[in-house]
C-alpha cells in the first residue's frame, strides 16, 4: 500500500485523464455530501467538455436535493458494483478509505493500476498509482478547481457545462466549510468563491436549496437526536443517539442526519461531540446492526483532533470533523465511545 500522500501534481494528472482511450470512471464514497457531489461533477463536466467519455457515479445514500442542482444528469446512483466495472480509468475524489467506499471497494482494489486519488484528508488505506492529496484544503472542491482549470487551459467560459462546474465548485466549498464557518475557510476559499459568484452562481438560491428544502421527518429525527443528548465532563462532551426505531417510527432516511451533529455545537461548554446512528446492512445472506459515528470539535485552546479520535473506531477524516463506524448496536458500543471521549477531552 503506497503511502497516503502525493505522488502526483495536477498538471501530470491532466495530461493523464486527457490521456485516457475509453471510459472514465468518476467516484466519491458512499452519502456523498456536497463537497464529493460537487467534485465528481466538476470532473466528468470537465472532462466531457474535453471531448473524454467520462461519468460519475455514487453510491447511495444520495441526499435528495442534490438532484436538484446543475449536472445532476452527469452522475447516477449505483444499485450494485457491475456498472463500475471494466472501465479503462477510475478516480476517486474526496476519500481513500475503503470502509467509506462502500460496494465499491472490491472495484477500486482490482483497479490500482488505473486509479487516480483527489483528497483533503489527513489518511487513506485504498491502494492507488496516482494520488494527489492537499490537506490544507478546506473542501476537495479548492482542489478540483485547479485541476478542471489546467484540464480546461483556464478556458472557462459561459456556455451550461462551465456554469455546471462553477456550481458544483461552489457547493462543494459551502458544504465542507459551512458556509464559511468552520476553522477550515481560508483567504483563497472566499476568493474562490468571490469569483465564482462573480461568474453567475446564485449563492441565495443555492443556500435555499441546499438548507431550507428539509422534510418534515427530518425535524422529526432531530428532536430524537436532541432528546438523546448527554451533556459529560463538565458539560465538555456531547452525546447523542439514533437508533432504528428512531428512523422507523419518523419515517426520516439515513441521509438526513446531515448536520445533525452541528446542533451541540451551540453550547459554549460544548468541545466534543458524536452522534451514533444505528443502520441495518445485509452481511452475506444475514442483516446486522452498525452504528455510524461522526465527530465534532472545536478550535481553542483544549481542542481535540478528532481524526485521530476516530482512527480508534477504524475511522478518521480532518481534525475537526471525523467519523467511523463500527458493529453492533448503541447499547452495544456506547460506554467504549464514552470512555474514548473522555479520555481525549482529559489529555
Not at 60 to 76: A, M
Not at 207 to 229: C, D, I, N, W, Y
Amino acid at each position: 500500500m503506497s503511502k497516503y500522500e502525493s505522488n502526483i501534481t495536477l498538471e501530470s494528472a491532466s495530461e493523464k485523464l486527457l490521456s485516457v482511450e475509453g471510459e472514465i470512471a468518476v467516484l466519491t464514497h458512499a452519502k456523498p455530501d456536497g463537497d464529493a457531489f460537487g467534485s465528481v461533477v466538476a470532473i466528468v463536466a470537465a472532462l466531457q467538455k474535453s471531448g473524454k467519455n467520462a461519468k460519475g457515479y455514487l453510491v447511495p445514500p444520495v441526499p435528495v436535493n442534490f438532484f436538484e442542482l446543475k449536472g445532476n444528469d452527469l452522475v447516477s446512483v449505483l444499485k450494485n458494483d457491475d456498472e463500475i466495472r471494466n472501465k479503462d480509468f477510475y478516480v476517486l475524489v474526496d476519500t481513500g478509505a475503503k470502509a467509506q467506499v462502500g460496494f465499491a471497494d472490491q472495484v477500486l482494489a482490482a483497479n490500482s493500476n488505473r486509479l487516480l486519488i483527489i483528497d483533503h484528508h489527513l489518511s487513506g488505506n485504498i491502494s492507488a498509482k496516482y494520488q494527489y492529496i492537499d490537506s490544507d484544503a478546506g473542501a476537495v472542491c479548492e482542489i478540483v478547481w485547479l485541476l478542471v482549470e489546467i484540464i480546461l487551459s483556464g478556458n472557462i467560459k459561459q456556455e451550461p457545462l462551465d456554469q455546471v462546474i462553477r456550481e458544483a465548485i461552489f457547493v462543494g466549498i459551502v458544504s465542507d466549510t459551512g458556509w464559511f464557518r468552520f476553522s477550515n475557510t481560508r483567504p483563497v476559499t472566499h476568493s474562490l468563491a468571490a469569483k465564482l459568484i462573480e461568474d453567475g452562481v446564485n449563492h441565495s438560491e443555492l443556500f435555499q436549496l441546499l438548507e431550507q428544502q428539509e422534510r418534515p421527518e427530518k425535524l422529526k429525527l432531530l428532536m430524537r437526536a436532541v432528546g438523546s443528548l448527554e451533556l459529560l465532563a463538565d458539560q465538555k462532551v456531547a452525546v447523542m443517539t439514533l437508533t432504528l426505531a428512531d428512523f422507523k417510527e419518523t419515517g426520516a432516511f439515513e441521509e438526513e442526519t446531515e448536520r445533525l451533529v452541528d446542533i451541540p455545537q451551540k453550547v459554549g461548554s460544548v468541545q466534543l461531540v458524536v452522534l451514533i446512528s444505528e443502520k441495518l446492512v445485509v452481511d452475506g445472506d444475514q442483516e446486522k446492526t452498525i452504528c455510524r459515528m461522526s465527530f465534532r470539535s472545536k478550535p481553542g485552546k483544549n481542542e481535540v483532533d478528532v481524526a485521530k479520535l476516530a482512527s480508534h473506531f477504524g475511522g478518521g477524516g480532518h481534525a475537526r470533523a471525523a467519523g467511523a463506524k463500527v458493529t453492533g448496536s448503541v447499547p452495544d458500543v456506547i460506554e467504549n465511545v464514552k470512555a474514548t471521549l473522555l479520555k481525549a477531552i482529559d489529555a
